[in-house]
């Protein structure tokens, strides 16, 4: 079936510092999403990605869509101790017309003050 | 904007009894609502695709006798995990589609199940 492969597993950066993770994929996603899940919390939208190439920001976050449309990054600016979560990269399948995500394995983000 | 509830957040039960989780949308209607299953330190797992009014679509893996799906109207579905086993215990997240944004995938805050 179809993975979406996520690194890293997991990171433990100085406050202040920048963070970069990304996500690929065997198959190509015409809907790349980013959550961020805390603990006992379900996730929570960050980014959507729609067309290959796309790049979008929100806030200290950017999020690239790749252009084969088979990956895609997250790069969070200037950490702060609230970041600090599981991110998951998810990528939205179309199945016998009906919608489906597909979530990575997740970078756990640890920030040090 | 869209907001799903989950209910209980977290529920302890003996084994060989049965557990109803509802998930809601609150300011929406959802057609269509899907079931996670979250082990310790895992990604989210797809386990069923429930359908206003028709059956749900299950997994690869997943028993649909064991975790009946029901999903009445457009604004509820249930989770029931009939003859729960200690294997079963995991975090459940609900997510319903909210059909007026294309992105708009809204996740439950999740249910803690523990089964001893």
């Known amino acids: 079936g179809q993975q979406l492969n996520q690194s890293p597993q997991s990171m433990f950066i100085q406050e202040g510092e920048d963070v970069s993770m990304n996500c690929t994929s065997s198959?190509?996603?015409?809907?790349w999403l980013w959550y961020k899940q805390d603990p006992g919390e379900g996730p929570v939208l960050l980014i959507a990605?729609?067309?290959?190439?796309e790049l979008t920001s929100n806030g200290r976050l950017t999020a690239q869509f790749g252009i084969t449309r088979k990956d895609s990054f997250l790069n969070i600016s200037a950490s702060i101790p609230s970041d600090v979560g599981i991110y998951f990269c998810a990528g939205l399948a179309t199945m016998d017309s009906s919608y489906k995500l597909i979530f990575g394995s997740g970078t756990r983000l640890l920030v040090r003050p | 904007g869209a907001v799903v509830s989950q209910h209980p957040s977290w529920v302890i039960c003996k084994s060989g009894t049965s557990v109803k989780i509802e998930c809601r949308s609150l300011?929406?209607?959802?057609?269509?609502m899907f079931w996670y299953r979250q082990f310790p330190k895992q990604s989210l797992m797809l386990m069923a695709t429930?359908?206003?009014?028709?059956?749900?679509?299950?997994e690869q893996g997943v028993e649909k006798d064991k975790f009946l799906i029901n999903h009445a109207s457009l604004t509820l579905s249930t989770l029931t995990v009939t003859s729960a086993h200690p294997e079963d215990s995991s975090f459940y997240i609900c997510s319903a589609r909210d059909v007026r944004h294309f992105n708009g995938y809204t996740f439950g805050s999740g249910t803690r199940l523990t089964v001893v």
């Open positions: 300011d929406f209607q959802a057609t269509t």
């Open positions: 429930s359908n206003e009014g028709s059956k749900a679509t299950y």
């Open positions: 198959s190509i996603f015409n809907t």
């Open positions: 990605l729609y067309k290959a190439g």
